[in-house]
């Protein structure tokens, strides 16, 4: 599976649209995009993940260049509950029933 | 909403003991997992199994480590005797895997709570 890079922490005012981003530069074209969230100390979370094509939920947007190089994804009215460690994982189509590596991911702070 | 449920919520024990995580997975699910996270690190994999059999285990994964699922609805991971180094929140996820009609795959992992282990 692919590595990912994120930033590691980001903020992001109550209300406002939070864009957090990934790069995956040697993703391959059998390869998803993942996004899982974890609040402080709670299991990991899903949120969304696709392909090629940008793809929205009621949790979130996922956006991803036509080069499939990066991604990001849209909180679109961040709330203070979406402060998190957010993780953006690429994973093998081949694999779906397999393990997901975690990096570091994002600390994404939501301010008042 | 299902959820995966998992006990105790936090297990403390002596260097040397043996002890058991229990979780429940989502009832119709096939894949399971065991993940750990030692405070202020990553979360890290463990094990995964499918079919009453274990697909794949990391390194942290040693025969210390055993795991089953005894009933069809529980799913345990044993560890014989524990070490400081096992201090972590262990989580508990499962999974069912398969493709919707316009070949876009679902596998979601649903994560448990987690169990904090704390080796004294």
């Known amino acids: 599976d692919a590595k990912t890079t994120q930033p590691p922490s980001m903020d992001c005012a109550e209300g406002r649209a939070a864009n957090l981003p990934c790069n995956h530069s040697?993703?391959?074209?059998?390869?998803?995009v993942y996004w899982y969230r974890q609040i402080h100390s709670q299991g990991p979370q899903y949120i969304i993940h696709?392909?090629?094509n940008n793809e929205t939920n009621e949790m979130a947007s996922l956006i991803i260049t036509e080069d499939r190089k990066s991604s990001t994804l849209i909180l679109p009215h961040a709330t203070l509950r979406d402060t998190a460690v957010y993780y953006c994982?690429?994973?093998?189509?081949?694999?779906?029933?397999?393990?997901?590596?975690f990096g570091q991911g994002t600390e994404l702070s939501v301010k008042p | 909403e299902p959820e995966v449920t998992q006990t105790p919520s936090h297990q403390v024990t002596q260097m040397g003991q043996e002890v058991i995580l229990r979780c429940v997975p989502i009832?119709?699910?096939?894949?399971f997992y065991w993940y750990r996270q030692i405070l202020g690190q990553k979360v890290e994999f463990l094990v995964s199994?499918?079919?009453?059999?274990?697909?794949?285990k990391s390194e942290i994964f040693d025969d210390q480590f055993s795991v089953e699922r005894p009933d069809g609805s529980n799913f345990t991971l044993k560890i014989r005797s524990t070490k400081l180094e096992d201090s972590a929140m262990y989580f508990c996820?499962?999974?069912?895997?398969?493709?919707?009609?316009?070949?876009?795959?679902?596998?979601?992992?649903?994560f448990g709570p987690g169990t904090r282990l704390t080796v004294l």
């Open positions: 996820a499962s999974a069912v895997v398969g493709w919707t009609i316009n070949v876009n795959s679902y596998n979601e992992q649903f």
């Open positions: 009832s119709n699910h096939l894949y």
């Open positions: 696709g392909l090629k």
């Open positions: 994982i690429v994973r093998a189509i081949y694999n779906q029933g397999g393990k997901l590596i």
């Open positions: 040697t993703i391959s074209g059998n390869e998803y």
């Open positions: 199994f499918y079919n009453n059999e274990i697909s794949e």
